[in-house]
């Protein structure tokens, strides 16, 4: 299968899957959302032992969802874009074999959550990710709120979450929220290094590490509650101000 604007690339029994919208510091817009899920659906399907998650370009990892598209959105809308965001967030997060998060670039809002579904995260030092809707008048809708207090702990969480907060590399690092951060030319080595190192370890010891691992914090109920508090946020004041604000590349005047 093939798509205009994500990449499945094969190296032996690594799937490289890349959101190609370097124009659009690969922001998700439906049909790439839509294409992503399936890139993620096909790695499955050809059994790879790690699943490696970038952007491409140098400036992006994913900078977040498509505003000019979310602006105009109805409630229900807002839940069918809310629950295909969650498809993709619980592929990468339910996906069998360990996926890696190689953010190099920004990584804000639908980006920051795509990093966040995977179970690692290694990072350019030029590398910005945040949870940045608030500014938006939304809060994060693709699992935002349920993985990050878990990464970073409540307190840093909340505050990232409250304020939209950007964090650089290094502080990220130190949070809990990158495992790693190396210098922006050696991202790709690095990246490539980690990838075929998990690959050459037992795929049915991952796998099952893995599972056991997402035990100890499966709540269904806090995803579910996100996403119809992400679409009830939809055609409210202050949404359609921060979004439209955004568009027009102008600061939010919030009542």
Partial sequence: MSWETVDLEWSTDIATVTVDRPDALNALNVETLEALGEAVAEAEAGDAR??????????????????KYMKDLSTEEAQAWGELGHSVTDALEQFPA??????DGYAFGGGCEMAMACDLRIASESALIGNTEIDLGIIPGWGGTQRLPRLVGEETAKRMIYLGQRLDAETAEDEG????????????D???????????????????????????????????????????????????????????DREADFE
């Fill in 50 to 67: 790690v699943l490696v998650l970038r952007g491409a370009g140098e400036q992006a990892f994913i900078a977040g969802a498509d505003i």
């Fill in 98 to 103: 360990p996926t890696v998060a190689v953010v």
């Fill in 177 to 188: 929220l990158f495992g790693e951060v190396v210098p922006d030319e050696e991202i790709d």
């Fill in 190 to 248: 690095r990246a490539a290094e980690l990838a075929a190192e998990i690959a050459t370890k037992p795929a049915f010891a991952l796998r099952a590490a893995k599972q056991a691992i997402a035990q100890g914090y499966s709540d269904p109920a806090g995803l579910d509650y996100e996403k119809r508090t992400f679409a009830g946020l939809f055609g409210t004041p202050d949404q359609r101000e921060g979004m439209t604000a955004f568009v027009e």
